[in-house]
């Protein structure tokens, strides 16, 4: 305890949670009146074939323009907005803006299907078919060019809960991605069961992958299983020429990364010009 190591210990430690705690009730605070005020947007990253690299799709990333801390990532956000609840609004929020973002480009890019993430709070509040269904309806965006990305972190509160919900949104026609694939609820039996048509392999193995054999062993093992389920695989966090290489050669279906450039705007991601590092 605290308390036992001396009056000054105890002090710096209280002053230290209490900062702590008062920073996060500040950020809960004006989180409340970000959506209001205009301060999120969406910056997009592509998915593209190892193949080939032409652009599968594209995901969406939130991003908060706070007024005095500038672009705050969704590390940052995020958990206070799970923990308050705000997740709910906030998603919401990604879901239209997003779909809307697409219908925007019009039969331009008639194949491109959009990702958009789903917190395991949002999962379970069982609102989501209704938004999803009432987002999609509002901009005329077919149901299969929407995929909903799902941590695997999202199944370890609530299992049966959240693969309901699953099943449910399936019923809409969307398409599941699994996320972070590998590093959280990774029950193999689970997984079967679940209703996902995507496996995103985690940036972790992904990062390591040319030099660490470990990272290739599960790699592979993600693509077996996902091949072996009829799942498309995409790998996350591709960042040179050489892990790509080392994807296709394993026999990956697609990647993203900074590789590609940056997340940015979605028209800027989709301009042929936009940065290809090789
Ligand atoms: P995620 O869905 O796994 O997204 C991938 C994250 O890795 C993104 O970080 C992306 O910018 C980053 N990334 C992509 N390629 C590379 C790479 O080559 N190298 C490196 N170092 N990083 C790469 P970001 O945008 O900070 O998002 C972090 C997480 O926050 C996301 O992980 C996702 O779980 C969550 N998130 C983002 N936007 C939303 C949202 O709208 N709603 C919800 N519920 N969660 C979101
Ligand atoms: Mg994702
Ligand atoms: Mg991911
Ligand atoms: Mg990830």
Redesign the pocket.
Known sequence: HAKGRGRGRYELFDADLRDDVEERLELATALRRAVGDGELE??Y?SRRTCGDRRVTGV?????WRHPELGVL???VF?PI?ERTGR?VE??DW?LRQ?LADLAELGSAHANLVL?????AR?LVSGRLPRTVGRALAETAVAPHRLVL?V?EHAFSDDPAGARQMLQELKELGVVIAL??FGTGWSSLQYVRELPVDVL?V??SF??DLPGEQSCGAVVASALGLGHGMGLLVVA????DAETLEVLRGMGCDEY????DG??AGLDAVLSPSFPLTQ
Do not use: T, Y
């Open positions: 969406l910056v990253q995901e969406a990333l939130l991003r990532s969704p590390d995020l907005a997740i906030l998603g990604v997003a990702a958009v993430n789903v917190s949002q990305e941590s996320d972070d995103k985690d940036r992904v990062a996350e966090g591709v960042e993203q990364g900074f590789i940056e997340p």
